[in-house]
C-alpha cells in the first residue's frame, strides 16, 4: 500500500529536535563537568560534540536524500550490509528506545505528582499510574494517524524550545562569581599530558554524544515526507542547527550560574535555573518544562520506532504482520502497538534497566559509525541519480570520515572506561543475530 507524503519541511524539522532533546540537556552536563575537571575542556567537549552532530546531520541528509524510505534506518543496514546486521542493530535500539521511554515516563510522573497529588498519595503506584496514562494518550493520538500525532509533536517541540529559551534567560538573573579555580588533576598527582586530556575528552564526549543522538532516525519517515528528496536534508539541518544553539547556550548558563566547580555534583540543574527566574516557585516551573520535555520525547519514539518494525515486517524480519497498515489512518497498528506494550511493561522494571541502556550506548556507537559509512556504498549503487535531485554531503568524504572518526573514538572511550558494558552489548548483539538465523531457518523448515 502506497503510503500518503503527509509530513512537511516544518513537521520534520520538529521531529528531530525531538529525537534528540529529551531529558539529556537537564542531566549530563554534571557528568561532562565532572570528567572534564575545567571549564576549557567542558565548553571544549560540547563544540565538538556539535560539530560532530553537523557531520552526521550532512551525512545522514544525503542518506536520507538517496534513500528516502518509511523504516530507512533499518533498511538502510539491510540494503548496504546485511539484514541480520539491521535486524540486531534495530532491535537494541528498539528496546533500548522503549526502555528510555519507559525511564523518562516514570521521571516526569515523579515531577507532575508533586504538583498535582497531595502528599499522602505521591507514592510508586500513583507515579506508575501517571506514567503509564501519558504513555497510552500518546498511543491512542498516534491511532488518529500521522496528520494528528505529527502536529501534536509540533506544539510540544514548540513549548520544550520555549521552555529551555526560558531558563537560558536565567543568566540575566545573575550569575555566581567563582571562587576556586578549578585544576586539572590526574591519578598520580603528576602535571596533565596531553593524554590524560584526550581521555578526559573522550569520557565527556560520551555523554555529550548521547545528548546529541537521535537525529540519524529521521531517516525512518522517508516514506512519508513530501519531497523527501529536498526536505529530509532541510530538516535534519534546520533541526540540529536549532539544537546545537540551545546546547551551546543553555551549557554557558549552567556555567555562569550555578558555578563550574558546583555543577559538577549538582543534582537539579534546571531547577537552579528555574528559581533564579521564578524564585520558590521555580520547582513547579521546572516541573512543568520536565512533563512537556517527557511527553515530546513519549510521542516521537511513538512515531519513530514502530517504523522500523514495519521495515523488518516488511523485509520478514518480524512476522508479516508487523508491517500490516490501517487502510483508513495509514496508521502501523501492529507496530505501534506493540512498541507501546514493551515500554508499558518496562515502566514497572524501569529502575534495573539503567545497566541495559548503558551496555547498549557502545553499541549505539558503533551503530551510527556503520550506518553513516554506507554513504559510500549508497554513492556507488544510486551514482546514475541526477544530482539536481538530492543533496549532496559537502567537502565528501572528509565530513562522514570525522563522524565514523569521532563515534568510533567514543566507542573505544566507552571500552576503556568499562569493559563490561561494552562486552555485554556485543553480547546482546550477538544474541539478536543468533535469534535472526535461528528464525530464519525456523521459516524455511
Not at 171 to 189: D, E, M, R
Request: charged share 15%; with cysteine; aromatic share 14%.
Amino acid at each position: 500500500m502506497q503510503q500518503k507524503k503527509q509530513l512537511s519541511l516544518f513537521d520534520l524539522s520538529m521531529i528531530v529536535v525531538s529525537l534528540v532533546i529529551g531529558m539529556g540537556v537537564f542531566r549530563t552536563p554534571v557528568n561532562v563537568a565532572a570528567k572534564a575537571q575545567i571549564p576549557e575542556l567542558f565548553y571544549l567537549a560540547w563544540f565538538i560534540g556539535g560539530f560532530v552532530a553537523f557531520c552526521g546531520a550532512l551525512t545522514y541528509a544525503e542518506i536520507g536524500s538517496r534513500f528516502p524510505v518509511t523504516g530507512g534506518y533499518y533498511k538502510i543496514f539491510s540494503a548496504a550490509y546485511h539484514p541480520s546486521i539491521a535486524f540486531a542493530i534495530n532491535c537494541i535500539v528498539i528496546i533500548s528506545s522503549a526502555a528510555s521511554v519507559a525511564a523518562i515516563s516514570i521521571i516526569g510522573a515523579e515531577y507532575l505528582s508533586k504538583i498535582i497529588l497531595p502528599v499522602d498519595k505521591q507514592n510508586e503506584t500513583y507515579r506508575v499510574a501517571i506514567a503509564i496514562t501519558t504513555i497510552l494518550v500518546f498511543y491512542f493520538i498516534n491511532l488518529l494517524g500521522l496528520r494528528a500525532s505529527s502536529k501534536t509533536q509540533n506544539v510540544l517541540t514548540v513549548i520544550k524550545i520555549g521552555m529551555i529559551l526560558t531558563l537560558i534567560c536565567a543568566v540575566f538573573f545573575g550569575g555566581q562569581t567563582q571562587t576556586v579555580t578549578p585544576i586539572f588533576k590526574t591519578a598520580t598527582s603528576a602535571l596533565p599530558t596531553w593524554s590524560d586530556y584526550g581521555k578526559a575528552l573522550g569520557l565527556c564526549l560520551i555523554a555529550v554524544s548521547f545528548s546529541y543522538a537521535g537525529y540519524a532516525q529521521t531517516i525512518n519517515f522517508g516514506g512519508e515526507v513530501k519531497e523527501a528528496k529536498k526536505v529530509i536534508p532541510r530538516s535534519i539541518i534546520i533541526g540540529l542547527t536549532i539544537i546545537v544553539i540551545l546546547y551551546l547556550a543553555i551549557n554557558y548558563v549552567y556555567v555562569k550560574v550555578i558555578g563550574f566547580e558546583e555543577l559538577k555534583s549538582a543534582e537539579s540543574i534546571a531547577a537552579i535555573l528555574a528559581s533564579k527566574i521564578f524564585g520558590p516557585a521555580g520547582f513547579n516551573a521546572l516541573s512543568v518544562i520536565i512533563f512537556f520535555s517527557v511527553m515530546g520525547y513519549v510521542n516521537v519514539n511513538l512515531l519513530s520506532n514502530p517504523r522500523a518494525m514495519f521495515a523488518m515486517g516488511e523485509e520478514g524480519a518480524l512476522p508479516k504482520i508487523f508491517s500490516r497498515m490501517n487502510k483508513k489512518t495509514e496508521v502501523i497498528t501492529i507496530s505501534l502497538t506493540v512498541f507501546t506494550l514493551i515500554a508499558v511493561v518496562i515502566i514497572f522494571y524501569a529502575k534495573t534497566f539503567d545497566k541495559i541502556l548503558n551496555y547498549t550506548i557502545f553499541l549505539e556507537s558503533i551503530s551510527m559509525a556503520s550506518s553513516a559509512a554506507t554513504i559510500f556504498i549508497l554513492r556507488k549503487r544510486t551514482a546514475n541519480l541526477d544530482k539536481k535531485t538530492i543533496y549532496t554531503v559537502p567537502l565528501y568524504p572528509i565530513l562522514p570520515i570525522i563522524f565514523i572518526a569521532a563515534y568510533t573514538f567514543v566507542a573505544f572511550s566507552i571500552y576503556a572506561d568499562d569493559q563490561n558494558a561494552a562486552l555485554n552489548g556485543l553480547f546482546i548483539f550477538v544474541g539478536f543475530l543468533v535469534i535472526y538465523f535461528v528464525s530464519r531457518w525456523f521459516n524455511k523448515k
